[in-house]
C-alpha cells in the first residue's frame, strides 16, 4: 500500500553552515598547511635559533640582578674605610668637618627627611585630587589632553626646574609667601628667620612639582582597576558622586594610592640637580622651613669631585650606599603595593 505523504520519501536536510563557521574552518585549515609545510621542510633549523634567543632573553633577564649587585659590591667596597672608623656613629653624627677629618652624615639624612616629607604633604593632594577628576570626572574629550599635561611635567629635565626655582620660585616666596607665614606662623619655629626664598621649603615644593606626575600616573591607574560595578553598586544604593568616589573607589584602591605615594618618596628622597640649586646647600639642623640645608644627593654631587682624602671620598661614598639602599627598599615597597591591587585586579579579569 503506498504512502499518502509526499514528503515521507524524501531525505532530511541537512544545515547550511554559516559564514562564520566557513571562514574559521578555512583560517584553520591554511594555518595547520603553513605550520605543516614549515616543519616538513625546515624540521630541525628552529630549534638552534630559539635556543639561542632562549640564552639571549634570560642573560638580559639576569644583567639585571648581576647589575644591583656590582653596584652595591662598589659601593660597600670604597666605603669601607669609612665604615670601619665611624661606624654606626656616621648616621648620627653632626658635623661635616673634611679639613680635620670629622663626618656625621645627620645633616643630610634629616635634610632628605624633612624636603621629602614636605613635598609629600604638597603633592598627595594634588595628585589624587587630579587622578579622581581624569578617571570620575573630566570629560572624555579633555582626559588625553589633561594626562598628557600631566605626564609633560616628567619630561622636563631636573636642572630646568632648578633654574626655575632660582629665578621664578624664589623671588615668589621671598616677596609673597614667606612674609605672610613668618608674620602668622613664626609661633610654630617652621617659619623664622631670614627670608631669602632658597630654603628648605623652596626645595620641598620643587620635589613636589617633580613627583606630581608620578603619584599622579599611578594612581590613575589604580583607579582604573577598580570594578565598574562597585560604582555601579554604590550609586544604585542612592549615593551621591562624590560618596561613590570616597565609598566605591578610593576606599578599594588605597592600597594602591599608598603604594604611589611611596614610589614618589623615592623619587623625592633621589632626586639631585633641582634640590641642590634651591636648598642652599649648608650642613646643619633647623626647625625653620626657612633656613638653608643640605640632602644625601646634594652633598655627592657638590663635594665628590672636591674630595681629596681617602676618608673624605669614603664617607661621600657611604652617604651614597645608604641612599642607594633607602630608595631600592621604597621603590620595592611601592611597586609591591601598586602590583596588590593592579595586578590582582587584572588577573582576576
Known sequence: MNSSDPFASQKPVTSVPSLAQTSAERKKTTG???????RTRHPRSSRIPDAIFRVLIALTALSVFVIVVLIVYELVDKSRQSLHQFGIGFFYGHDWDPVNGDFGAAPFIYGTVVSSILALLLAVPLS??????????????????????????AAIPSVIYGLWGIFVL??????YIQPPL??????????????????????????AIMIVPIVASITREVLNAVPQ??????LALGATRWEMIRMGVLRNARIGIVGAIILGLGRALGETMAVTMVIGNRPEIAKSLFAPGYTMASVIANEFSEATGDLYLSALVEIGLALFLVTLVVNALARFLVWSITGSTRVNA
Request: proline share 4%.
Open 182 to 207: 613668618g608674620k602668622y606662623l613664626g609661633w610654630t619655629g617652621l617659619f623664622t628667620g631670614p627670608q631669602f626664598g632658597l630654603g628648605m621649603l623652596a626645595a620641598g615644593i620643587i620635589l
Open 32 to 38: 595547520g598547511a603553513a605550520l605543516q609545510r614549515i
Open 128 to 153: 589624587v585630587g587630579v587622578a579622581v577628576y581624569i578617571t570620575e570626572m573630566c570629560p572624555v574629550a579633555l582626559r588625553a589632553i589633561i594626562s598628557f599635561l600631566v605626564e609633560l611635567l
Open 170 to 175: 624664589a623671588p615668589l616666596l621671598r616677596q
Open 229 to 234: 560595578n562597585q560604582r555601579e553598586a554604590v
